[in-house]
């Protein structure tokens, strides 16, 4: 088998995978890897991933510039693009619809919360690209402003997109942002998420040099009380993760009941300042820095 052959063939088990795994519906999702330096093997445009075979490829130049292929190259090809030419050190691009992380991308709410060791030594954070019209030069564009620094991400209202060193690493990516997903979606039906702490965060990612493993950038240090806007941490050149201070522990609560917790703190120093206490209200460090980034929050 020629190395091309071998790459055709991969692409069809990756595809054949992504549909069995309902990542994709229909004609849904794309796939490439370079071949060589200065061309592409593509996923064509309209087709089922689930039933591809290998002749069906195309092969276009790095300016998606179709150079061989009976059928039209994907419809996202300006998506996929845009990675190789930001990313020199990205083998293979992978798009789908799995339905739990596009659950998270139409609800608007990132995959970046510190919750699993394996997902912060692997992926980091999975931010959200803003809504771009599918299959226009508005998805690249999105997908700039993280592709340096994260080997996966959301797409605002549409899908998901991962990279790899070649299309298993970046079919990987995606199965564990799906199972990240789940597990996150899981949790917070049973009404809980605790964190893993800030401190464990920074060892977990020390890690990733022993486990061998390649991450596009470091997490971005803590922004502490003044929220990552302010800090200045850009997605760009960092990972930004939701993990306070354990101030010793490894696990903090569910920060989404923080401001539910801080307000019954609130009511019930009211309540009982008709008792006679002057009517002060005391909050600790944690739950005045809870308030301020939940303020800046609902200001972005
Ligand atoms: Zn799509």
Do not use: W
């Not at 039933?51 to 130049?61: A, L, Q, V």
């Not at 226009?136 to 998901?160: C, F, W």
């Not at 390649?214 to 003044?226: E, N, Q, R, T, Y």
């Not at 990972?239 to 903090?252: D, H, K, M, T």
């Amino acid at each position: 088998m020629t190395p091309e052959s071998s790459l055709r063939a991969d692409i069809v088990e990756v595809g054949r995978r992504m549909y069995a795994r309902a990542y994709t519906a229909s004609n849904d999702g794309n796939i490439s890897v370079r071949l060589g330096t200065d061309r592409l093997l593509m996923t064509p445009k309209s087709v089922c991933k689930g039933f591809m075979t290998p002749d069906m490829m195309c092969i276009t130049d790095l300016d998606g510039k179709k150079l061989s292929g009976d059928r039209d190259p994907s419809s996202e090809m300006l998506m996929h693009l845009e990675v190789y030419r930001q990313r020199p050190d990205v083998q293979s691009v992978v798009h789908a619809h799995p339905p739990i992380a596009t659950g998270f991308a139409v609800a608007g709410i990132p995959l970046n919360r510190a919750v699993l060791a394996e997902v912060l030594t692997t992926l980091g954070s999975i931010p959200i690209a803003e809504y771009a019209t599918p299959s226009t030069s508005e998805l690249p564009q999105a997908v700039r402003k993280y592709i340096k620094a994260h080997d996966g991400m959301l797409l605002a209202n549409h899908g998901a997109l991962t990279v790899g060193a070649d299309v298993y690493a970046a079919y990987y990516k995606m199965e564990t942002i799906e199972h990240f997903a789940k597990i996150s979606f899981v949790a917070r039906l049973l009404g809980n998420e605790n964190l893993i702490a800030r401190e464990e965060v920074e060892r977990l990612q020390a890690l990733r040099g022993t486990y061998g493993i390649k991450a596009p950038a470091p997490i971005c240090p803590d922004p502490g009380a003044l929220g990552d806007l302010i800090a200045g941490n850009d997605p760009a050149s960092c990972q930004i993760v939701e993990a306070p201070a354990g101030g010793g522990s490894r696990l903090v609560p569910d920060s989404a009941d923080r401001p539910a917790a801080i307000l019954s703190r609130i009511e019930g120093a009211a309540g009982s300042a008709t008792a006679g206490d002057e009517g002060e209200i005391r909050l600790t460090y944690r739950e005045l820095t809870a308030l301020i980034e939940d303020a800046i929050r609902s200001l972005r």
